[in-house]
DNA sequence: GTCTGCGGGGATA
DNA sequence: TATCCCCGCAGAC
């Protein structure tokens, strides 16, 4: 293929991959049989970064990388968190720590004996999901096969930095917490400017303004094993596809949104108004180990939790769950919200599998009842939601995306026209959400 | 301590 | 032979 044609087949296998010039947008929830193709100073891509929980494979192919999906970490009993969304933690990759999680028990302190344990993904014909990365000197080629038959576990960057910050120890002053968060917020802006707003910016122009997933749980401060952050901004993205036709209208392009709407000037925390990229959920900063059962200010949708700030007196109580659920109780109100709990996004469990080989029954998540729960009284279904939100996006994504439609990637991707726009309003985003926590 | 890439090796179709 | 997975090792963080 010559330089500027992409072409709309290719296989990772393939003995010579095309060139192209115009690329996708990093997408770090790929789900179902996708194939993109991204600049080679995308940093995501380089460091093979997923959300999903891969540990590397070895296929005998130097030049071909391959990683299968280690599934899910979820507890034993399928326990509801306050919200009633479910424990999905992020399975280690390390064989020996990912054997270690396993047994803890459940981080919910309204589970009643359960424990952790790996749900493992069997989403491509029954094995699990892999991905390939391949290199060339002019992109670097991606290719997912199987649709992941599981929750998407918790963001990587949540685990990373509840090591970084030793989060395991008891919090027990709002202060020192907001010093961490300070500390984090420092790190992010200044220290590794690189690893920001991860896929939000989706730059791959002016290498790397990029944030890997190590960051995006820059706020998280939950304790090992407890970490229910379900603030995966991802939530938008992957909410169709499985097949190939369908996932060429992969919402990735989420992330694309603010490239045409104007950056809301709002300085307080309206998650409702906040793209769901960037939003800091609460329980990022209120996960603690020990309840903070003080009298820190909230924001005016959260001052109110009776019912739930009562668990705080608790001893294993975790006031981010009642956070969590006020926040979204408040958030779930607005026609704009996108504040759902992310598994009702995850994209695998209705959807069509697609096999190769041989036909396999695609498991939900929780066969017992799905995973619809009612938290959210104005949203009566999945799919309502997922129109509401594609409608949003997809009329961002159609712009500036011909291309990619036109030889079948159709991830919005950023334009050059768009990418820096978008880039400013993410931090823009960014800084706002730190300085409205700031303010308490 | 964990992540990541690499590679050996066994099992299976 | 191809493809799957498990496992261990080493370097990096």
Redesign the pocket.
């Known amino acids: 293929m010559s330089e500027g044609h992409a072409t709309p087949e290719w296989d990772i296998?393939d003995a010579v991959v095309p060139r192209v010039t115009h690329f996708d947008t990093f997408g770090e929830w790929c789900d179902g049989h996708v194939r993109r193709v991204y600049p080679p100073g995308c940093e995501e891509a380089r460091?093979?970064?997923s959300g999903w929980a891969m540990?590397?494979?070895?296929?005998?192919n130097?030049h071909i990388?391959k990683?299968?999906c280690l599934g899910v970490l979820v507890c034993s009993t399928r326990c509801r968190l306050p919200d009633g969304s479910r424990v999905h933690l992020r399975p280690?990759?390390?064989?020996?720590?990912r054997k270690?999680q396993q047994g803890k028990p459940c981080p919910n302190r309204l589970c009643n004996g359960g424990r952790l344990e790996v749900q493992p993904c069997r989403g491509h014909c029954g094995?699990?999901v892999?991905h390939f990365w391949r290199h060339t000197e002019h992109a670097i080629f991606f290719q997912a096969k199987g649709s992941h038959d599981h929750p998407k576990p918790e963001a990587?960057g949540a685990?990373e930095v509840r090591?970084t910050l030793g989060a395991g120890r008891r919090v027990r002053g709002l202060a020192l917490l907001l010093a961490r968060e300070a500390a984090i917020a420092d790190k992010i802006l200044n220290v590794k400017p690189d690893k920001q707003m991860p896929q939000k910016t989706n730059i791959h122009l002016q290498p790397p303004p990029l944030i890997p997933d190590s960051q995006r749980g820059l706020t998280c401060t939950c304790g090992p094993f407890e970490c229910t952050c379900r603030w995966r901004p991802e939530t938008n993205e992957a909410f169709t596809s499985s097949t190939w036709t369908q996932s060429e209208h992969q919402p990735y392009n989420s992330y694309v949104t603010p490239s045409v709407s104007a950056p809301p000037p709002a300085q307080s925390y309206d998650p409702s108004t906040l793209p769901a990229d960037d939003i800091f959920h609460p329980e990022e900063i209120f996960q603690l180990d020990q309840p903070i059962r003080l009298d820190f200010p909230m924001e005016e949708n959260t001052l109110e939790s009776p019912p739930t700030f009562a668990d705080l007196n608790s001893e294993n109580s975790r006031p981010e769950d009642s956070y969590w659920f006020e926040w979204q109780r408040a958030a779930g109100g607005s026609e704009s919200s996108e504040t759902s709990s992310p598994e009702l996004f995850s994209n695998g469990y209705q959807q069509m599998e697609y096999c190769e080989q041989q036909p396999y029954p695609h498991q939900q998540f929780y066969p017992d009842e799905a995973q619809y729960y009612q938290i959210d009284n104005t949203r009566e279904s999945p799919v309502e939601m997922e129109d509401q939100r594609f409608y949003r996006y997809s009329q961002d994504c159609s712009q500036g995306n011909v291309e990619m439609h036109g030889w079948n990637y159709t991830d919005c991707a950023f334009t050059q026209h768009n990418a820096q726009e978008c880039k400013q309003y993410y931090e823009a985003q960014h800084a706002q959400s730190v300085n409205a926590f700031s303010l308490l």
């Open positions: 296998n460091r093979h970064a540990r590397n494979t070895n296929n005998h130097v990388l990683k299968s280690a990759i390390c064989d020996k720590a270690k094995y699990p892999t990587k685990s090591r």
